[in-house]
């Protein structure tokens, strides 16, 4: 964090030096992000992207989106307008703040050019089945997204809530890999806290959990330290394999 | 850039992997940011940057502004609202993207709170006086900066451009470091080239000159050599003493 000197912030180890989260898809015949994270240039500079077919939007939080005008080097490579998907509102915000992006007559080949799907329900992407899973976050509900492929329940990623409702517990029940939010120890107002972010792991019977949007309180080592076996804790740069 | 492999951004020079353009001055008495980068909080960490006190915005171009939030740590730890300066339509554009930036009812100190001053004439901010440099960049006017103490023209800022009218020429006469937009050597619809910005750097007699905005299509080696003494290429992280 700026201006911060805990040990946390000051560690050696690269697993606690994070950027903001977000999440890269790649399944071989469409690739995808969840969120445009403020950081995104340079997460994908670090880990070598280099094409991105759509984006899947959780929420319209300042972290989640500001990387959006990055999205425009994958519009030039691909010469299209990018598919981005995700709640009403969040799109609707996504266009008071980037007119330009979403301007059917601006041609500019060099400039990001998106085309706003609001969904609600399941929707095919490439060989997916994708699910946005509605979570309370704070003043605004947030979605999760369930991918799905021949019937399995290959990921669930709920980066920002407060609590999992039981309607999606049900949803995503023994998922192969959860993905959720464990902000730190202590309570937060929108936020799910380690503890809660296990108990949903369990009760969702997932099979590995991976904890994501985390502040500097604790350090990796220590975080992991204290997790049950098949719950561990993401970090910047980290590939799960879901095949 | 993302998806490039050409020599400059496979280049283990690390003058060579930019971000964004900004500029923060830190006079001992006020510091402040020119511009809110994408980039910033990771340009900040790497800076060790702790405090800042306001920001100059140049225009509203997302590469220039899309770091506001990031803002919201300075305003947490000086305990207040951050004064903002710029063209008065670039403030109306951050407050319809920034709403919750500019709400006087917010109180979360944990959040971005900033207070917009619209500049056209000269001001002062610490012990500098402010004089905004209106400048033609493509279809917009941006604001460069020039900065005075004790009747020295310190520094000029001019990032995005594509000419110099005469009067701001006049203005900026024997600054003691200008720094201009220099985007590569071709020739381009709102931004100076290598050439002519070497042309208005002597113009302006200016004693140091850098450029800055620059792409990828020219190593900061081979840019440097082919400059006149006292005109070089800035690269993340100069610091320049302007004392």
Redesign the interface.
């Known amino acids: ?3 911060c000197r805990c040990p946390v912030c000051l560690s050696p180890d690269p697993r606690d030096r994070r ?1 903001r989260a977000s999440l890269y898809v790649d399944d071989g015949v469409f690739p995808f992000l969840i969120d445009t994270a ?2 995104l ?2 997460q ?2 670090r880990e070598g ?3 991105v077919g759509a984006v899947l939007y959780t929420h319209h939080h ?2 989640h989106i ?2 959006l ?2 999205l425009r ?2 519009c030039e ?1 691909r010469q299209e307008r990018l598919p981005i998907y995700g709640p009403a509102m969040t799109l609707e915000i996504l266009a ?3 007119p330009y992006a979403f301007d059917a007559k601006a041609q500019a080949a060099a400039y990001v050019r998106l085309l706003p799907y609001p969904v609600e329900n399941a929707f095919p992407l490439g060989k997916l089945t994708v699910t946005p899973l509605p979570v309370p976050h704070g003043q605004v509900t947030t979605f999760g997204y369930l991918l799905e492929r021949d019937g399995r329940k290959l990921l669930a990623y709920l980066s920002d809530c407060q609590a999992v409702p039981e309607e999606i517990l049900s949803a995503i029940r023994s998922v192969e890999v959860l993905i959720i939010d464990g902000l730190r120890d202590e309570p937060h107002p929108t936020h799910l806290t380690t503890q809660q972010a296990v108990k949903v792991a369990r009760r969702a019977d997932a099979r590995q959990t991976y904890l994501t949007h985390l502040t500097h309180h604790k350090s990796h080592r220590d975080r992991e330290a204290d997790l049950p076996a098949g719950i561990a804790v993401a970090f910047d740069g980290l590939k799960i394999a879901l095949d």
Chains 1, 2 share one sequence.
């Open positions: 964090m700026i201006g950027t403020t950081d240039r340079s994908c500079l992207i280099t094409d300042a972290d500001l990387g005008d990055d080097r994958f490579l008071r703040m980037f």
